[in-house]
């Protein structure tokens, strides 16, 4: 493979990957977060 | 018996003729050696592993050293633990125990400020190439834009056993590494103000809500490290080995593993990391242009990464409607909790009561997460592309 193809392909995709992995990570610990919410919040809620 | 008397003043001085002769290269890496007993010593700059570092590179230029000959000291501390990858996995677990992850899962959006607090690996990489080294050199380099030492080591030395580039580029990349994470407040400050303007760098950002449940803390190691197993298994070493710590760390159960990861696992890896990559600084294999080049290109990395944090952020602050202040952004790099006081001191001297610590250490340790998951998704690329 040459040089342009090669740093193009692991440009692109490593970054679009790593940004990606980040945004799903991110909206999961949103979700973890919500499902486990710190201990006096979930008494504030009752 | 004369024979016998020169023969024995002659070995005693066969070190002195070597460095008259030859030893050029080596009188100029124990000057290095000496420049960063200064620094680390006298500035302060990454003593921890820069002490050891200077120390294992004075060690190896000494005329006639064996310290790095196949049965020598250095050498048994290299196949221990550099050939095979595991003291920056070890150190990792310490890093892992060290951090704080409470800001990150308090606003776990500003995690995307770890992933544009990488782009400066991938231009880096891109200028590398272009600069003719060759893939496997170009992404060594590339990996001091992760600002994480034990990550430039472990991805630099899978491409140095397959011989796929010099050892000596090992040594050099750590220095550069390491050189450039102590430069920091150097380095950032300025392309913080340059890219933003007085309004921006004023914006006042309310206090993070801040609490988390420990179910939620316990619960973050398992699912960042169940997502690189997955999307990104051959940086699984890597993300494990800090999520390990992190764990270990958060389960409060055992605190004596967390204290000897903190403390004796990441202090004895750091030494023996230090001396041994300070073993791969011979003068003649060190001092080449490519070392030169790699220290270009490692500010470049640095850099662009600040730049590629800030940009993010005034995209942000554009959307938010001018809620977010985009020098957070600049936190978004490994070298923490460096880059997170940066940007409170930075938000402090534009306005006074504005604490942007809590975002910063958020966007932070979203750029230690970001840092590792590049370097992961570019291994596991490189082995889908057949490279690794």
């Not at chain 2, 003291?87 to 800001?103: A, H, K, Q």
């Not at chain 2, 003649?284 to 070392?291: C, D």
């Amino acid at each position: 493979m040459d040089n342009t193809t090669f740093g193009l392909t692991l440009a692109i995709v490593g970054m679009g990957g790593t940004l990606l992995t980040l945004a799903l990570m991110a909206l999961l610990l949103r979700v973890l977060t919500a499902i486990l919410p710190p201990e006096d919040s979930k008494e504030e809620t009752k | 018996m004369t024979t016998a008397l020169w023969g024995a003043l002659m070995a005693l001085t066969e070190g002195a003729r070597y460095l008259a002769e030859h030893g050029g290269p080596n009188i100029i890496m124990v000057a290095i050696a000496c420049v960063m007993f200064y620094l680390a010593i006298a500035k302060g700059v990454e003593p921890l592993l820069l002490l050891p570092i200077a120390f294992g590179c004075l060690l190896v230029n000494l005329p006639l050293s064996e310290m790095m000959s196949p049965e020598g000291t250095l050498r048994t501390l290299y196949n221990m633990g550099i050939a095979n990858e595991l003291f920056p996995l070890l150190i990792f677990v310490g890093i892992g125990s060290m951090t704080d992850f409470t800001p990150l899962l308090a606003n776990p959006k500003l995690l995307l400020f770890g992933a544009a607090g990488q782009v400066g690996i991938f231009l880096t990489l891109l200028l590398a190439l272009a600069l003719g080294f060759s893939q496997s050199e170009a992404v060594s380099v590339a990996a001091i834009g992760a600002c994480d030492g034990p990550t430039v080591i472990y991805v630099s030395n899978l491409f140095a056993e397959r011989d796929q580039i010099p050892k000596a580029m090992v040594g050099a990349l750590a220095v550069a590494a390491y050189s450039y994470m102590a430069l920091v407040p150097v380095i950032q400050p300025p392309i913080m103000r340059l890219l933003t303007t007085r309004k921006e760098r004023e914006v006042k950002m309310p206090s993070p809500k801040g609490k988390v449940s420990k179910a939620a803390l316990i619960a973050f190691p398992i699912v960042v490290v169940v997502i690189t197993g997955i999307i990104a298994p051959k940086g699984l070493p890597l993300m494990g080995m800090i999520m390990l710590g992190n764990f270990i760390k958060v389960s409060g159960v055992v605190p004596r593993l967390a204290s000897a990861a903190e403390n004796e696992i990441a202090n004895v890896s750091t030494l023996f990391l230090g001396l041994a990559i300070g073993g791969t600084m011979a003068g003649p294999q060190f001092l080449t242009r490519e070392t030169l080049m790699v220290f270009g290109l490692g500010f470049v990395a640095i850099t662009t990464d600040t730049v590629g944090g800030v940009l993010l952020g005034k995209v942000w602050y554009w959307l938010s409607g001018g809620k977010v202040n985009p020098l957070v952004g600049a936190a978004g790099i490994s070298a923490f909790p460096m880059a997170a006081r940066i940007v409170q001191v930075e938000g402090q001297r534009w306005n006074k009561h504005n604490f942007l610590l809590m975002h910063a250490m958020a966007a932070n340790t979203g750029g230690q997460i970001g840092s590792v998951m590049a370097a992961a998704i570019m291994l596991s690329i490189l082995k889908g592309l057949g490279i690794l």
